[in-house]
């Protein structure tokens, strides 16, 4: 059954994400019998409105005219582009990285008819795959596995609140409220999101975000928030000795396939169901081309995370500094953070040598040598309590809740709550 190649065998895709929706509405348009099983009641459900970037700094190609080589209709969702962020130094200087070129944009995830995932779904099904919700499907019996995270390396928390500000980006490095990350505000008309990022395990993590709420209260003045729902999710961060494994594809985060440094993980998610179609229909190799494509990002985003994790905020100034310096000579804002991202020869050596401590096996993954970053433990200077403003702000929060306000993801948690809406 995990062969697809027969042109009448159906195909069974496990999750309708983006990686799994990409890969369904290629093999769909060729003509393939696709039928794409999520546990979840509909695409997008794991997010719930919470805003991602789709980073444009990696390559030279633009993401967007990847998603129309491959066919794909970026038209069918709303993605809001940004040429400027406010970069926050952890000592709390605001600076700004800008550049001609599209650095970010924003999508929504979630069920909503304007996201990401609901895009992705109707081209999908308008190539004719069918997609089961609330479907339960096993492994050995899907041709590709596409159903996100399952272990934890990291987590992200935020708060969507109405606001009457203008459409903004922010990118903070701090590592108090975002412990080994940073933490975002991002405004798309009229919608804001402040979410902070944890590389290291937490107690009582809502005071990080509780915290990094009020910061942003007292550093934007006109934020003007009024909390509508929380919401999170987790990341796993693996890296695999096979990503195709007895006639199985594994595609997006499933396959490890996620920036280790920072998470931007979307652009990998929807390449690597790309790539799974194309070896189906005879067109690629899949284990080649995820190594030859794609693992030189994720080895070098293993680099960077290893670094990263020997650093705090002194470093992070420095690299704040030198971003904008760089900025000043160049131009422009993205040569810096571009060259961050791309592979190197001495992220390369470095990969190969840090990797046997960083990364810890996972033995039940079927034989494909899956290796895992494994959620860091708190340091002794992640105990604190929250101030008064965030007492405060956690104290909204709750009665924002009492009121009806949702929780997609629970705080403390190594699981997402898969609910059955
Ligand atoms: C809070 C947060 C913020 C993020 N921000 C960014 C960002 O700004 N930029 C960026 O590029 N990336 C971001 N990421 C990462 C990005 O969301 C993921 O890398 C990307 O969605 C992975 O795509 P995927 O197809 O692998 O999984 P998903 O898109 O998550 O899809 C997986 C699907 O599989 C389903 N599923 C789960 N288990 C099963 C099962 N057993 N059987 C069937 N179906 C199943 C799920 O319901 C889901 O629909 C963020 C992640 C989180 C958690």
Excluded at 12 to 35: E, F, N, Q, R, Y
Excluded at 42 to 71: H, I, K, P, V
Excluded at 225 to 253: L, S
């Amino acid at each position: 059954m995990a062969d697809g190649a027969g042109a009448t065998e159906p195909i069974h895709i496990m999750g309708a994400g983006l990686s799994g929706l990409a890969a369904a509405t290629i093999l769909a348009k060729a003509g393939k019998d696709v039928h794409v099983h999520d546990v979840r009641a509909d695409s997008g459900a794991r997010f719930d409105g919470d805003f991602q970037a789709l980073e444009n700094w990696t390559m030279d190609a633009d993401f967007f005219q990847q998603l129309e080589q491959w066919g794909f209709d970026a038209s069918q969702f709303r993605a809001t582009e940004f040429k400027v962020v406010d970069l926050i130094h952890p000592d709390d200087v605001i600076t700004q990285p800008k550049s001609d070129r599209v650095a970010y944009r924003i999508v929504e995830r979630g069920t909503a008819e304007h996201t990401i995932d609901q895009g992705m779904k109707r081209q999908a099904l308008e190539a004719g795959a069918k997609i089961h919700y609330k479907s339960r499907v096993k492994e050995e019996d899907c041709t590709i596995i596409a159903c996100g995270p399952k272990g934890t390396s990291a987590v992200a928390y935020g708060e969507i609140f109405k606001t009457s500000h203008p459409n903004h980006i922010a990118f903070q490095m701090k590592d108090k409220l975002a412990p080994g990350a940073y933490s975002y505000l991002i405004i798309v008309e009229g919608v804001g999101l402040i979410c902070t990022c944890l590389w290291r395990k937490q107690s009582k993590s809502e005071r990080f975000l509780n915290e990094t709420i009020a910061w942003y209260e007292k550093h934007y003045p006109e934020l003007d928030r009024t909390p509508i729902k929380r919401v999170g999710g987790k990341g796993d961060f693996t890296i695999n000795q096979r990503y195709k494994q007895d006639g199985r594809y594994y595609v997006g985060e499933s396959g490890g396939l996620q920036d280790f440094m920072w998470g931007f993980g979307m652009r990998m998610a929807v390449w690597s169901g790309v790539l799974a179609a194309q070896d189906i229909l005879g067109e690629c190799d899949y284990e080649t081309e995820v190594r030859k494509q794609l693992l030189p990002y994720v080895r070098t985003s293993v680099a960077n995370r290893w670094l990263m994790n020997r650093v705090g905020d002194g470093m992070f100034k420095r690299m704040c500094r030198r971003w904008m310096k760089d900025q000043e000579k160049r131009g422009d804002g993205l040569v810096w953070i571009g060259k961050l991202f791309r592979p190197a020869w001495y992220k390369t050596l470095l990969y190969h040598l840090v990797t046997p401590f960083m990364l810890e096996k996972d033995s039940k993954a079927m034989g494909r040598g899956v290796r895992r970053m494994p959620f860091r433990k708190a340091k002794r200077r992640d105990v604190w309590q929250q101030s008064p403003e965030a007492e405060k702000i956690g104290q909204q929060w709750d009665d924002v809740h009492r009121g009806g306000g949702k929780i997609s993801f629970a705080n403390d948690s190594d699981e997402p709550t898969i609910s059955s809406e």
